[in-house]
C-alpha cells in the first residue's frame, strides 16, 4: 500500500482507549478510516503528497466522542434552553430530574415543531451544535408512532424519517443511532400498542455508519423527585410511584412490562428501558436478563438512568450483559431532591456508577440534551468529582476515574451500538472519527476539564470542525 495519509496527527497525546488503554503520539487516517497509531516515526512514512499534517504539540486526541443518550431533535428546537438551566432556580420544582419528568414536558418545553422539513432544521441546528463539541455520534433514545400527537412534534414518525434522509443526503456531521417509541415519551404505553408496533410499523432502513434504527425504547416509571420512580422504599406520603405501563395493579402492570420486554426482544430489537426507582430497576434488569436468556442473543440490551440501583441489581446487569446508560450531571444536581422525595437513606444506593464499574457493568455516560448540557467535558467534570456548580460533592465514593468517564463516552457506547468493531477507538482498520482537544484530559485539574477547549472534530477522516 503506497497510498498516503489524508490526514496526520502528530507530536501530541493520542488516548487510543483500546483494550490496554494505549496513549500513542500520532494518528494517520486514510479513506475514512484509521490507518496508522504509534510513534512519530512510525506514523511519517505514511504522510506524503496531499497529506495534511497536523503538529499536536502536546495537543490531546481522543476517540470521537459519542453521546449515548441525546434528544437530538428535542435539543435542535429549544436550544440554548436546557431544561436543568431552567428549573435551577425555583428550587428544584416540578420536573426537575432524570428525564424531565413525567408531564413535566408541558410546563418545560414550549417548542412545537410540525413537518418533516422543521424536524430536519432542528436536527442541523444540533448537528451544529455537536461537532465544535468533539461528539460524532449520538442515539436518539424514542422517536416513533407512539408521539405522532404529541405536544412538541420532537420525537415522532417523520423525525425517523427526517434523519434518514438527512443521512442519505450525507447532511449529518454525527452517526446517529434511534430507538424507535410506541408509547408516549416519559408517559404511558401498553403492551398492546407495541405488539401492534412491531407488526405493522416500517421504520426507514438504514444509511450503513450514519443512521439506523437499532431497537425500541421503553419507559418502565418516572423519577424520583417527582415521586414517579417506583420503589421499594415508600416516600414522604406513603406512596411508592407506579410503572407506567397500563395495568390494574402492580403485578399486573409488571406483567405487561415484562411482556413488552420479550416481545421486543423476539423481534430481534435492541431495548433501551427508562429505569429509575429501585423496584423499577431490578424488575427491569431481570426482565431484560431473562428474555436474553431464553435464546441467547447478545442483544446489547441497556438500562437508561438508573438512579437507584442495588448492589443485587447491578450484578443482574454484570451477569447478563446490560449497560447501564446514565447522566452524571444529575446526581449534583438532584441529591437533595431525591433526600426529601425518599429520605437521606436512599442517597446510599443513588447514582452508583462507581459500584457499576467495580460490578463489572457497561457504563456508558451521556447528556440526555436538553435536560443537561450535550458538553460531555461537564459529564467527565462532574462523574469525576460528583460536584455541583456550587461545590457540594454528593456521594463522593462514586467518583470515577477520567479514562474510566473518557471511556464511557467513547468505547463503551460503540460497544452499546453493536460497533466496537469499527468504531470507538483509535485503532488501525477503525473509523477515522477524532476529538482534537488543546490539552491533555487526564493532565488536568478534573473541575477545568470543561474549559479544554476542543480544536478538531474529524469524522469518517473529514475535519467537521476546525476553531
Ligand atoms: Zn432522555
Known amino acids: 500500500m503506497h497510498e498516503h495519509a489524508d490526514l496526520v496527527l502528530t507530536g501530541g497525546r493520542v488516548h487510543t482507549m483500546d483494550a490496554a488503554g494505549t496513549v500513542a503520539e500520532a494518528v494517520a487516517t486514510r479513506g475514512g478510516t484509521i490507518a496508522a497509531v504509534g510513534t512519530a516515526e512510525d506514523v511519517a512514512p505514511l504522510a506524503g503528497r496531499g497529506t495534511r499534517v497536523v503538529r499536536l504539540a502536546g495537543r490531546a486526541v481522543l476517540p470521537g466522542i459519542n453521546d449515548s443518550h ?124 407495541l405488539a401492534e408496533g412491531l ?35 415508600p416516600y414522604a406520603d406513603g406512596s411508592t410511584g407506579a410503572l407506567l405501563v397500563d395495568g390494574r395493579d402492580d403485578a399486573d402492570r409488571e406483567a405487561a412490562l415484562r411482556a413488552m420486554i420479550d416481545a421486543a426482544h423476539a423481534a430481534g430489537h435492541q431495548i433501551g428501558v427508562h429505569a429509575t426507582g429501585d423496584r423499577a430497576t431490578r424488575v427491569v434488569a431481570d426482565a431484560l436478563a431473562t428474555a436474553q436468556a431464553r435464546d441467547g442473543r447478545d442483544a446489547r440490551h441497556y438500562l437508561i438512568h438508573g438512579d437507584l440501583l442495588s448492589p443485587a441489581t447491578l450484578e443482574v446487569l454484570a451477569r447478563a450483559g446490560i449497560g447501564l446508560n446514565t447522566q452524571a450531571g444529575i446526581p449534583v444536581a438532584t441529591a437533595p431532591l431525591l433526600a426529601d422525595a425518599l429520605g437521606a437513606d436512599a442517597l446510599r444506593d443513588a447514582w452508583p456508577v462507581r459500584s457499576a464499574l467495580d460490578a463489572g457493568v457497561r457504563l456508558s455516560l451521556s447528556s440526555d440534551a436538553p435536560v443537561l448540557t450535550p458538553d460531555w467535558r461537564a459529564g467527565v467534570a462532574a462523574a469525576v468529582t460528583r460536584a455541583g456548580l456550587d461545590g457540594t460533592v454528593r456521594g463522593p465514593e462514586q467518583r470515577i476515574a477520567v479514562a474510566d468517564a473518557l471511556r464511557a463516552y467513547t468505547v463503551t457506547p460503540a460497544w452499546q451500538d453493536g460497533a466496537e468493531r469499527w468504531k470507538g477507538s483509535v485503532e488501525p482498520g477503525k473509523a477515522a472519527d477524532l476529538c482534537v482537544l488543546a490539552d491533555d484530559p487526564l493532565g488536568v485539574e478534573p473541575a477545568a476539564l470543561p474549559s479544554v477547549p476542543v480544536e478538531m472534530t474529524v469524522l469518517d477522516g473529514r475535519v467537521v470542525y476546525e476553531s
Do not use: N, Q
Open 199 to 233: 407488526r405493522t410499523f416500517a421504520p426507514p432502513p438504514d444509511v450503513p455508519g450514519r443512521f439506523r434504527v437499532a431497537g425500541v425504547k421503553i419507559f418502565a416509571d418516572g423519577i424520583p423527585p417527582m415521586r414517579t420512580a417506583w420503589t421499594e422504599r
Open 70 to 193: 441525546l434528544h437530538g431533535v428535542w435539543l435542535g428546537a429549544m436550544w440554548p434552553a436546557l431544561l436543568m438551566d431552567r428549573l435551577a432556580g425555583t428550587g428544584g420544582h416540578a420536573g426537575t430530574g432524570g428525564h424531565a419528568g413525567t408531564g413535566g414536558h408541558e410546563h418545560t418545553a414550549p417548542v412545537r415543531l410540525a413537518g418533516e422539513e422543521r424536524v430536519a432544521k432542528a436536527i442541523l441546528r444540533t448537528a451544529g451544535l455537536l461537532a465544535p463539541l468533539g461528539i460524532t455520534g449520538y442515539t436518539e433514545p424514542g422517536l416513533g408512532p407512539g408521539e405522532d400527537g404529541g405536544a412538541t412534534g420532537c420525537f415522532g414518525t417523520s423525525a425517523l424519517r427526517a434523519y434518514a434522509d438527512l443521512a442519505e443526503r450525507g447532511e449529518l456531521t454525527a452517526r446517529v443511532t434511534a430507538l424507535m417509541l410506541f408509547g408516549e415519551l416519559d408517559g404511558r404505553s401498553s403492551a398492546d400498542e
